[in-house]
């Protein structure tokens, strides 16, 4: 661990693909096991629709919400809790060449419902007073701005097919948790 200064941070490109349906995880989960093996991905933001743990309303409130949508699905050898519907999956990246090879995966993937893919700043590349009230002042570098305050455990850390141990992409895969 290091401390981090906002002046020396390094800015990477990120995109963010965006599924015109709301993925269920199994869908999710050969998407994901298809973007990992691009490199040059250094990390993954799934965002979505939350799926409460309790009912929050109607005469059911309160009872366990029990569904299929909250499940493990396993990414490169990792399992992952998946908590929401996604819909949005944000890709920090090493450097911008590689969004053809992005966009050709999803080409290949998406063959029964539309996507597109965008380019921005989606992640905050600085630490945010909720990353340092998370975290301290020597925060790790790979979770600045995947921090959820709510949360009670890290994101998980995924590792590529080839290079198991030494990816650092992070998953935070529940951000609206509350």
Known sequence: ????????????PQVKI?????MKPETTEKLLNMIVKVPGIRRILLRGQNIPKTV???PARGIENTTDFKTAVTVAGTDVDIRLMVGDIILELEEASVVDRIAETCNEFFTNFGF???KGTFI???PTMVDYAKYGPKMEPDLI???????KDKPVNIGRYEQQASFSGHCENNMLEG
Do not use: H, W
């Open 56 to 58: 929050p309303y109607g």
């Open 124 to 126: 905050k590349p600085n």
């Open 116 to 118: 597109y893919i965008q």
């Open 18 to 22: 965006v599924s015109i349906r709301m």
């Open 145 to 151: 701005g995947l921090c959820d305050p709510k949360r």
């Open 1 to 12: 661990m290091s401390n981090i200064s906002s002046a020396t941070q390094e800015i990477y």
